[in-house]
């Protein structure tokens, strides 16, 4: 179950938008899939959930291509990533950070966008690198590893957590991190830069204090939604999402 924890079902990425083509980033001993689609300065990169996939943007990524350029990636462990197990925000921050570089070579200016564990990863790799990004937008994010472990096993298992701490003590040791210690949240402490951090009251997966602990690490209000579940803003309100992360990141 460990290893089933960390290498979840690898979801099709369904088909590449036609605005958009597939293509490939360097990673570390890997190449990391994309799909990359619009034009301009300013490019959106933009970071899937455990569970998801590239699709999963392609609502904002309609509402964001006329008015700039929009990254899709495939992150480690899920889709057609060829990497072995997901990072838990950790990992997935290493690739973002790998894709940004080479966006930031060819002169790109860069905006994060990040769903629930893609979020948690947004937040880890703009706090450690904040030269590389322009803004950063989040549905969902986790402020801690160990917290979101406990919810997101207790959401179909009453006391889920509990029954399989063993397992994710055994998953987080074959990644090399403690959950405890994997905090987005503090590492969101060090951006000072743009941002808007989405969350739904509804969202039944994570609570509220997750994004209330970005909010107060970025000194930046929630903008709470009603009636979504966990990963539906982006999906459900891109419109109004994709006006409001153009007009944050001085786009357009």
């Known amino acids: 179950m460990a290893r089933a924890y ?11 938008p036609s605005y958009m083509r597939e293509v490939f980033f360097a ?15 300013d490019v959106y990169l933009c970071v899937h959930g455990y569970g998801g996939s590239q699709s999963s943007w392609n609502a904002l990524s309609a509402e964001l291509v006329p008015w700039a350029e929009v990254v899709t990636i495939a992150t480690m462990g899920q889709t057609r ?11 997935e921050a290493i690739e973002v950070i790998a894709v940004a570089e080479a966006l930031a070579a060819e002169g790109k200016r860069i905006h994060l966008a990040g ?5 948690a ?34 959401v179909s298992v009453p006391f889920g957590a509990t029954i399989f701490r063993p397992i994710i003590l055994m998953a987080e040791r074959s990644k090399g991190i403690r959950g405890h210690e994997v905090r987005p949240a503090d590492a969101a402490a ?9 969350q739904s009251r509804d969202d039944g997966m994570f609570s509220p204090r997750h994004a209330e602990a970005l909010s107060q690490a970025t000194s930046q209000p929630v ?30």
Request: charged share 20%; proline share 7%.
């Open 6 to 16: 960390v290498s979840p079902v690898r979801l099709s990425p369904g088909p590449v």
């Open 190 to 198: 060090s951006w000072k830069g743009p941002c808007l951090i989405l």
């Open 27 to 41: 990673g570390d001993g890997y190449s990391i899939p994309a799909w990359r689609g619009g034009s301009g300065q």
């Open 223 to 252: 903008w709470w939604f009603e009636g979504l579940k966990h990963g539906e803003i982006f999906l459900e309100r891109a419109p109004e999402v994709a006006r409001t992360m153009l007009e944050v990141g001085g786009v357009g």
């Open 121 to 154: 990863a947004c937040w880890i790799a703009a706090g450690s690198r904040p030269d590389l990004f322009a803004s950063v937008t989040t549905e969902a994010a986790f402020a801690r590893l160990d917290w979101a472990s406990e919810e997101f096993l207790s």
């Open 115 to 119: 769903v629930s564990m893609g979020g």
């Open 81 to 91: 990533s060829p990497a072995k197990g997901v990072g838990f925000g950790e990992g």
